[in-house]
Structures are given as structure tokens and as C-alpha cells.
């Protein structure tokens, strides 16, 4: 692989990895990715469980930040637990990595689903639960208690997001 920040990242992460070893597959893949970042172009790639895919285009999307306080990459992923793993695993390693010469700050956001919405909270306290809820296994009463137990919980919690539909 070309060196370059890209690579330098890669490189820094495996090697401070117990274990970690060089995968030429990784290599390749971040080079394409740092190649498509640079020159705008798009990339599909396909490769088996265990290339380090993950790695391989995190330290290309972090190169090409360049740095900036304000500047900005999003990953999609389609299940939550790569998003978990990303945030556990392969952001706090590559984030390590560039320590030295830049903070790096990361968020993982699952979607609107997975969020309170104090508007539909606050009908569903005073319309009822029955028609907004699955009841469960302890019926209407349980969902009752759910329902005023997320209640108290929005009243106290400290974060507060809105997001426009």
C-alpha cells in the first residue's frame, strides 16, 4: 500500500492491536477507499468477514478530514451491532491513533425509533395506552407502569434532541 495518511492511520491501529497483523486485503481496501475520498468517485467493495473492512475504511475517512474541528464523516451501517462494534472497538482504536496530532469525537445515532418522543409521551399519558402499545405479558396494567415510568425518566433526563420529521 502507498503511504500516505491513510495508510500511516491503518498502519498505527494494527500495530498497536494485540496481535494485530497486516492484511494485504485491508491494505488494498483502504488504499481504494483513501483513492475514491480524493477523487470524488464512487467505490464498492465486497470482501469476507475478517478482512478488517471496518478499519480499512475508518482510516481513510478520518485522513480525509483533514483535520478540521468542524469537518465531518457519517457511516451508515445496517445493523446496530456493527454500529456497536464500531463504536467499542475500531473508533477508539483509530481515534488513538491520531491523538497526537488531532482529537477525534464520535456519536452513534440508531435512528428515530430508538428515541423518546415527548409529544407521543405526552398523548399516550393522557389518551391512555390502549391503542398505542403492545401490552406484553402483564396486559394494560404493566404497560400503565412502563408508560409512567418513561414519563418520570423523560422528566429527569438531561439530553434532548429534536429532530424535525
Known amino acids: 500500500m502507498t503511504a500516505g495518511p491513510a495508510a500511516d492511520i491503518l498502519a498505527a491501529v494494527v500495530a498497536a492491536k494485540p496481535g494485530g497483523e497486516t492484511r494485504p486485503g485491508q491494505e488494498a481496501m483502504c488504499a481504494a477507499v483513501d483513492a475514491a475520498l480524493a477523487s470524488g468517485e464512487h467505490l464498492l467493495v465486497e ?50 491513533a491520531v491523538s497526537a496530532g488531532r482529537p477525534l469525537r464520535f456519536a452513534m445515532l440508531k435512528g428515530r425509533s430508538n428515541y423518546l418522543c415527548r409529544a407521543k409521551l405526552d398523548v399516550t399519558m393522557v389518551v391512555g395506552v390502549e391503542a398505542r402499545l403492545d401490552f406484553g405479558d402483564d396486559g394494560v396494567s404493566g404497560a ?14 438531561e439530553t434532548e434532541e429534536y429532530l424535525s420529521e
Open 144 to 157: 400503565l407502569e412502563a408508560v409512567q415510568r418513561l414519563g418520570e425518566w423523560a422528566e429527569k433526563t
Open 47 to 96: 470482501a469476507p468477514t475478517g478482512v478488517g473492512k471496518s478499519l480499512a475504511y475508518l482510516a481513510p475517512a478520518v485522513a480525509h478530514t483533514g483535520g478540521g474541528g468542524d469537518a465531518r464523516v457519517v457511516v451508515v451501517t445496517a445493523t446496530k451491532a456493527l454500529q456497536e462494534q464500531l463504536i467499542r472497538d475500531d473508533l477508539p482504536s483509530v481515534a488513538a
